[in-house]
């Protein structure tokens, strides 16, 4: 793909919530190429998961422009914007959001059955994304019967079952141990090392923040800072 993965420019998004109108973005432009590897970070109330869900096609905005490989959003009607969504970007929540009685590999299966694609041909692509992140002795298996980190496995397989040129990750070791945590981190960052996957990473843990290759700080609802800008210069 030539181009950004995705491009927000001077965009804003209020809410309405009774009579007091809520800004949670306040002109936030952000460009996101290709194979990069960025983490999102901020206190509670930054505009970090406004923009994720932006930029993850589950949300428009409310002015401004948003891109997702080189097509305008606001141009496109609602069923254009969802199979735009399932077809070019992959989703790893915090919370997993497996089906509780589905098995691994019917989980993983699932947004290819949203495309249309042959039952064979989703097992088949569901077994592969399940053994790229060492599952392949679990497919049968349902979320209840795996640990955390294995649920966050199949999250990712998920995510990747469909050959997403985005990769959205919200706090994905947030309900993790250290070691679990980091486990996931590592199947992360291979996918984009090695796949070319842009992965963006939401995080309140600066440490998990400090291994993506840009950083990008919100505050108020605006990029206070980005590592692949130069810094202002000192003010005399």
Do not use: W
């Amino acid at each position: 793909m030539s181009g950004p993965a995705v491009e927000a420019i001077d965009v804003t998004r209020t809410y309405r919530m009774e009579e007091v109108e809520v800004t949670a973005l306040a002109g936030v432009s952000l460009r996101i190429d290709a194979g990069e590897y960025l983490a999102v970070v901020g206190p509670s109330g930054s505009g970090k998961s406004t923009l994720m869900h932006l930029l993850g096609l589950l949300d428009r905005p409310t002015s401004g422009v948003l891109r997702v490989g080189g097509r305008e959003v606001a141009e496109m009607g609602d069923a254009e914007l969802a199979g735009l969504r399932n077809a070019t970007i992959g989703f790893v929540f915090q919370a997993f959001q497996l089906l509780a009685r589905t098995s691994a590999i019917d989980n993983v299966a699932l947004p290819l059955v949203y495309r249309g694609v042959g039952r064979r041909e989703r097992r088949d692509r569901a077994v592969a994304a399940l053994e790229a992140v060492g599952l392949g002795h679990r497919l049968g298996h349902r979320p209840a019967q795996m640990s955390g980190g294995e649920q966050q496995r199949v999250a990712i397989a998920r995510a990747l079952v469909g050959d997403p040129q985005l990769l959205l990750a919200d706090e994905p070791t947030g309900n993790l141990d250290s070691r679990t945590g980091l486990e996931v981190m590592t199947i992360l960052e291979s996918l984009n090392a090695d796949r070319g996957v842009a992965v963006v990473l939401v995080t309140h843990d600066r440490e998990i923040a400090g291994r993506a290759h840009r950083q990008v700080h919100m505050r108020d609802g605006r990029v206070e800072s980005d590592s692949a800008e130069p810094l202002p210069a000192p003010t005399p």
